[in-house]
């Protein structure tokens, strides 16, 4: 149990909120259970029909806890806490709502990547610096990222790492609609409302139907994405970004080969 994400039930919508803000939300493997256990709790209670992921105005999540990083993956990636989250998320067939503020970076993005409907506010600024960390892509980013966006973006996005605006996202069709942080939420949970009141099965059909497009492919990749990052934790390029992030001053890598 950890009191850093907090859910509750409303009027057949479960939010579950990150609540670790003096770290920016990053996540903890406590965390990623809480938000596993989450979709488990969704998945088995008849009286929920729509799941909302948010932060706060200000923060969504600054993605995994740069600190649990350095100590490696736990275990297989699909027996760890993070694993068993992103498997769970790709693989549910209740629909699923992101309301996001402020940083959203590393699986704060790619988590978005398997939500029905995406609202961000102004503020928000996404990131997949998982190659500047010296880390790969994770959450079946490698293959739903070119598929959507085409290959170059794609890579740009993974390869360079760089920080991105609601209204670049909107633009890549990633989000819904960029709102006023304040609003984000309301606007959020207006639409869990309308997917709670269409008929349950029908929308669980189709996000059955939605998540099978990319289906058995994505669970391999990601499978394919865990394994490796898991040995990427363990390179002596990661182990320089982390230092450096904790050193606050920018990585060196010119030593690499
Ligand atoms: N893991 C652990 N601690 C983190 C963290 C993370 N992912 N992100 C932020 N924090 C901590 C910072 O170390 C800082 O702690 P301190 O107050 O003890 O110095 C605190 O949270 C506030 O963060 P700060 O960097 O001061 O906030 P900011 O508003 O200037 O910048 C971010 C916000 C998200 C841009 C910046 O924190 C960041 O880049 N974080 C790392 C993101 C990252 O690389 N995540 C992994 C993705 S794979």
Same mark, same amino acid.
């Given at each position: 149990?950890?009191?850093? +994400?907090?859910?509750?039930?409303?009027?057949?919508?479960?939010?579950? #909120?990150?609540?670790?803000?003096?770290?920016?939300?990053?996540?903890?493997?406590?965390?990623?259970?809480?938000?596993?256990?989450?979709?488990?709790?969704?998945?088995?209670?008849?009286?929920?029909?729509? +799941?909302?992921?948010?932060?706060?105005?200000?923060?969504?999540?600054?993605?995994?806890?740069?600190?649990?990083?350095?100590?490696?993956?736990?275990?297989?990636?699909?027996?760890?806490?993070?694993?068993?989250?992103?498997?769970?998320?790709?693989?549910?067939?209740?629909?699923?709502?992101?309301?996001?503020?402020?940083?959203?970076?590393?699986?704060?993005?790619?988590?978005?990547?398997?939500?029905?409907? +995406?609202?961000?506010?102004?503020?928000? #600024?996404?990131?997949?610096?998982?190659?500047?960390?010296?880390?790969?892509?994770?959450?079946?980013?490698?293959?739903?990222?070119?598929?959507?966006?085409?290959?170059? #973006?794609?890579?740009?996005?993974?390869?360079?790492?760089?920080?991105?605006?609601?209204?670049?996202?909107?633009?890549?069709?990633? %989000?819904?609609?960029?709102?006023?942080?304040?609003?984000?939420?309301?606007?959020?949970?207006?639409?869990?409302? #309308?997917?709670?009141?269409?008929?349950?099965?029908? %929308?669980?059909?189709?996000?059955?139907?939605?998540?099978?497009?990319?289906?058995?492919?994505?669970?391999?990749?990601?499978?394919?994405?865990?394994?490796?990052?898991?040995?990427?934790?363990?390179?002596?390029?990661?182990?320089?970004?982390?230092?450096?992030?904790?050193?606050?001053?920018?990585?060196?890598?010119?030593?690499?080969?």
């Amino acid at each position: 149990m950890t009191d850093l +994400v907090l859910t509750e039930k409303n009027n057949h919508i479960l939010t579950v #909120r990150i609540n670790r803000l003096d770290r920016k939300n990053a996540l903890t493997h406590d965390m990623y259970t809480a938000l596993g256990d989450a979709l488990e709790q969704a998945r088995d209670d008849d009286d929920i029909r729509c +799941v909302l992921y948010t932060g706060s105005e200000d923060c969504f999540t600054a993605g995994n806890d740069l600190g649990d990083f350095a100590a490696g993956l736990p275990g297989e990636f699909q027996d760890t806490p993070v694993g068993r989250f992103l498997l769970l998320l790709a693989t549910t067939t209740k629909p699923i709502v992101a309301a996001v503020n402020g940083p959203a970076v590393g699986i704060g993005t790619t988590m978005l990547l398997h939500c029905d409907m +995406v609202f961000a506010g102004d503020n928000t #600024r996404f990131q997949m610096p998982f190659a500047t960390l010296g880390l790969c892509p994770e959450g079946g980013s490698s293959l739903l990222l070119p598929s959507w966006l085409g290959r170059v #973006r794609a890579a740009e996005l993974l390869m360079l790492g760089d920080a991105f605006t609601a209204d670049d996202a909107l633009r890549l069709g990633l %989000i819904n609609s960029v709102c006023e942080p304040a609003r984000t939420e309301a606007a959020a949970l207006e639409a869990c409302a #309308r997917l709670a009141a269409q008929p349950p099965a029908a %929308i669980r059909a189709t996000r059955e139907l939605l998540n099978r497009a990319s289906g058995e492919q994505l669970t391999t990749t990601m499978l394919a994405e865990g394994k490796l990052f898991a040995e990427r934790l363990k390179s002596p390029e990661n182990a320089e970004a982390i230092k450096a992030f904790t050193e606050k001053r920018k990585p060196d890598f010119s030593n690499f080969n």
